[in-house]
Nanobody
Framework: QVQLAESGGGSVQFGGSLRLSCAAS????????MGWFRQAPGTERAIVAA????????YYVDSVKGRFTISRDNVEHAAYLQMTSLKPEDSAVYYC????????????????????WGQGTQVTVSS
C-alpha cells in the first residue's frame, strides 16, 4: 500500500508561483506512473499533469501547458508540480496520485486508473 502526502500548497497572488511536492511511502513508487489532479468546489476531480514511471514522458491539460511542470525523483520517492503564472482559475485542492500495479507504465490520464491518492493540498490564487 503506497501512501502519498502532498505539501506546498498555499495562497498566492495572480502571477505567482508554487511548488507542490508529493512524498511516497514505498520504494515501488519509483516504478508507478503518477499524476496531479485538482478539484475546485462544485466540479469533478480533473487531471492537471501526468508522468510516466521514468519521468521521460509527460502530459499536461491544455490550460496549464507552458505554466506547470511535472517531475519526479525516484531515488527520493517524490514527485513535484512546479506552478508558475498562476491564475485565480487554478484555485483548487490539488491531489497527487499513483497507478499501483502498472509498474514501468506510461503517463496515465484517466482518474479511474489511479488507485493511490494523497489527501490533497489547497491552492488559492487571488486576483
Amino acid at each position: 500500500q503506497v501512501q502519498l502526502a502532498e505539501s506546498g500548497g498555499g495562497s498566492v497572488q495572480f502571477g505567482g508561483s508554487l511548488r507542490l511536492s508529493c512524498a511516497a511511502s514505498e520504494l515501488a513508487f519509483g516504478t508507478y506512473p503518477m499524476g496531479w489532479f485538482r478539484q475546485a468546489p462544485g466540479t469533478e476531480r480533473a487531471i492537471v499533469a501526468a508522468i510516466d514511471w521514468s519521468g521521460s514522458s509527460t502530459y499536461y491539460v491544455d490550460s496549464v501547458k507552458g505554466r506547470f511542470t511535472i517531475s519526479r525523483d525516484n531515488v527520493e520517492h517524490a514527485a513535484y508540480l512546479q506552478m508558475t503564472s498562476l491564475k485565480p482559475e487554478d484555485s483548487a485542492v490539488y491531489y497527487c496520485a499513483a497507478v499501483g500495479g502498472r509498474r514501468y507504465g506510461p503517463a496515465i490520464i484517466a482518474a479511474k486508473d489511479y488507485n493511490y491518492w494523497g489527501q490533497g493540498t489547497q491552492v488559492t490564487v487571488s486576483s
